[in-house]
């Protein structure tokens, strides 16, 4: 629970900043390492697609609306196949559940500033090209009351 008041803080902090809520973000940004994953879940639902990777069309470095995309950008969110790397945290992938073109739910192993914990989050990718744009969205039955984001891809 140490890591989740924090993170709680940060996205109330951003919140309080102003702008239109889906361009509001909470912890997220750079950083991400490839790390070893975790052993895929058993609890997925036997008709789910339960995959060891995060689908390609996810990968990259993604950065708020506004955002410069900048390594420095403390909404800056970088995916990997198997990890996501936030601001202050990294999330090793546990298993994808999702279609093979819509969004994707992932359960990820989380460690930030000397805590880890459990989290669900979902991405679904809307729009093409310039108006593409990734939405990451908390779990709903989560204990951690994030706001979703809605990122831009940075240029490779």
């Keep these: 629970m140490g890591m ?10 951003i919140a309080a900043c102003g702008g239109e ?12 390492t490839t790390a070893p994953a975790v052993p895929a879940s058993s609890s997925a ?5 339960v995959a060891n990777s995060i689908p ?4 990259g ?17 970088e995916i990997a196949a198997n990890t996501i790397g936030f601001y202050e945290s990294l999330g090793a992938l546990r298993s ?11 359960a990820l192993a989380m460690e930030g500033e000397g ?5 669900v989050i979902k991405l679904e990718l809307t729009g093409s090209g310039d108006g593409e744009r990734l939405l990451l969205l908390p779990d709903p039955e989560g204990d951690v009351l994030l706001r979703p984001l809605r990122l831009k891809r940075c240029p490779s």
């Design 4 to 13: 989740r008041l924090p993170l709680l803080a940060l996205a109330l902090t």
């Design 21 to 32: 809520p889906q361009q509001e973000a909470a912890a997220t940004g750079g950083g991400a």
């Design 45 to 49: 639902a036997p008709d789910a697609q």
């Design 56 to 59: 390609a069309r996810f990968l």
């Design 61 to 77: 470095v993604w950065d708020s609306e506004n955002g410069t995309c900048d390594p420095a950008s403390d909404q800056r969110l």
């Design 96 to 106: 994808v559940t999702g279609g093979e073109s819509g969004p994707v739910t992932l």
């Design 115 to 119: 805590d880890t914990w459990d989290s």
